[in-house]
């Protein structure tokens, strides 16, 4: 399986991953040391759930900035 990581707020732009073995979005970033809850993922126009399991395509990592009080 071919999944293709596109960065938004990151110092990379992108990224392909193969993997053979089935799993869930937050594995693949945590591989990736991303923490999940720093980000959201975005499949087309829809965000998608890290529990998830991957399907093949092109998938939009943004990173949440927060602050304030």
Same mark, same amino acid.
């Given at each position: 399986?071919k ?13 392909? *991953? ?13 591989e *990736? ?17 890290? !529990? !998830? ?11 949440v ?5």
């Amino acid at each position: 399986m071919k999944l293709k990581l596109k960065f938004v707020g990151f110092n990379k732009k992108e990224e392909v *991953l193969e993997f053979k073995e089935r799993k869930k979005y937050f594995e693949i970033l945590e591989e *990736l040391n991303i923490n999940p809850e720093t980000v959201v993922l975005v499949k087309g126009s829809i965000p998608v759930p890290v !529990d !998830d399991f991957v399907e093949e395509g092109e998938l939009m990592v943004v990173r949440v900035i927060s602050g304030g009080q």
